[in-house]
């Protein structure tokens, strides 16, 4: 993008901004549906704020101290700083309420982010300082990008934020989000991709051994199997720690209640790959001993109650509760798999949740679903075509359309 294409843009949203502030015009068309619906939530805000809120220094360093966070970014922090400094960037690290915990910028944007409180304590949530690339991010659990006066906050008008979630490996769950900022006019095209990179680094250094997280559990005594988007395996609330080919072996017992002589589970995990059944006799002792016994042979089954995400949301579709179907429904089946049995179902299952939002467009469930299959315009599409036209939720499902598109 050129200069002049550049100034041309940040032209177009000072003018949708001043009439959306002045006349609260929500017809603009430069305005991208994202945006809208941040600059909606923002108005509890005035956008003549001239710095985020501060949270009290010490318990914000405590938390940070504190944080599987901390940890991973200290690992990975030369890598962020040399990406701040080689792009005259302040990069931002916050927790999953948008408070920044960490910072470290370029020369001349490090006291640019210090004058509005873009230093750790700050609070960057909407409700706080307005639109802006961590909140929405941060709401949202997925990349955004926020451009000049696309920022509610007329403070921070000369900047380009690019912000991309952190999750959790192990849960699933949203720690943060990583934030890359500069002035407008050095906005890149692979910002946004350079963000979800960032993030990626961090996600990839977290400690392996967080006892806070696994000491949250499931209750139930038994086998509990997270198999959809991740992997989990909990025996009567204490996580076990396999390796993927256990967990496989694992999920597909869970799915073979009645039990797999040894060919029949090689031929489901193995397929035609040269593997001989020693080497999944060693895989299944191990899971013996982890299991404390509690698998048979001739054939191998689970001698415990055993629950899996995927029996749920089959359960959910079959009781025709899409909406809990696709909150239950945590991505692919155990992504990268190679066991054919396993593939087949992540199929089946995914087609199964798909099929179910196109018969019965529930908006909710099919803006979930639209983080996990950005791509599925289809589902989408049919959702537009089913909502009155001022639902609230259709302008993020435009936005998710036209970035598919």
């Known amino acids: 993008m050129t200069s002049d294409d550049l100034h041309a843009r940040r032209v177009s949203a000072v003018r949708a901004w001043t009439r959306f502030v002045a006349d609260g015009d929500e017809q603009a068309e430069a305005v991208r549906p994202e945006i809208l619906s941040s600059w909606q939530l923002s108005g509890v805000v005035s956008p003549d704020v001239t710095h985020a809120p501060l949270d009290d220094e010490g318990e914000t360093a405590d938390f940070w101290n504190a944080s599987p966070l901390h940890t991973a970014v200290m690992r990975v ?128 250094a977290l400690p392996t051994d967080r006892r806070g997280v696994l000491a949250e559990g499931p209750d139930e005594p038994g086998l509990t199997l997270t198999l959809l988007g991740t992997a989990e395996v909990w025996l009567d609330g204490q996580r076990l720690l396999l390796n993927r080919r256990q967990t496989e072996i694992l999920a597909l017992l869970a799915l073979h209640p009645a039990g797999l002589s040894v060919e029949h589970l090689h031929s489901l995990l193995y397929g035609d790959s040269a593997v001989t059944t020693s080497t999944l006799k060693a895989e299944v002792s191990h899971l013996r001993a982890a299991l404390a016994g509690q698998l048979s042979s001739r054939p191998y089954r689970l001698t415990m109650p055993v629950a899996t995400d995927v029996e749920e949301v089959q359960r959910l579709l079959r009781r025709g509760d899409v909406r809990a179907a696709v909150r239950a429904y945590g991505g692919d089946l155990l992504p990268g798999t190679e066991s054919p049995a396993l593939v087949q179902m992540g199929d089946y299952l995914a087609v199964s949740v798909r099929e179910a939002l196109l018969a019965h467009p529930d908006p909710d469930a099919v803006l979930r679903y639209s983080d996990l299959a950005p791509y599925d315009t289809a589902v989408v599409e049919a959702c537009l075509a089913a909502l009155p036209v001022h639902h609230p939720v259709a302008p993020l499902l435009k936005g998710r359309l036209a970035a598919a598109r």
Not at 79 to 90: H, Q, W, Y
Not at 99 to 128: C, Q
Not at 162 to 180: E, H, K, N, Q, Y
Request: charged share 25%.
């Open 77 to 204: 922090q030369d890598e962020l700083r040399r990406t701040a400094e080689d792009g005259d960037l302040v990069i931002a690290v916050t927790d999953d309420q948008t408070r920044i915990l960490w910072t470290y910028g370029g020369r001349v944007m490090r006291r640019k982010a210090e004058t509005v409180n873009f230093v750790p304590g700050g609070r960057w949530d909407e409700r706080s300082v307005g639109t802006n690339a961590l909140a929405i991010a941060g709401r949202t659990a997925a990349p955004s990008m926020v451009f000049s006066a696309e920022h509610y906050a007329e403070v921070v008008h000369n900047w380009v934020c690019w912000a991309a979630p952190v999750f959790d490996p192990v849960t699933g769950r949203s720690l943060g989000v990583i934030d890359l900022s500069t002035t407008w006019d050095r906005t890149h095209p692979i910002g946004l991709a350079t963000a979800r990179v960032m993030a990626r680094l961090i996600e990839g």
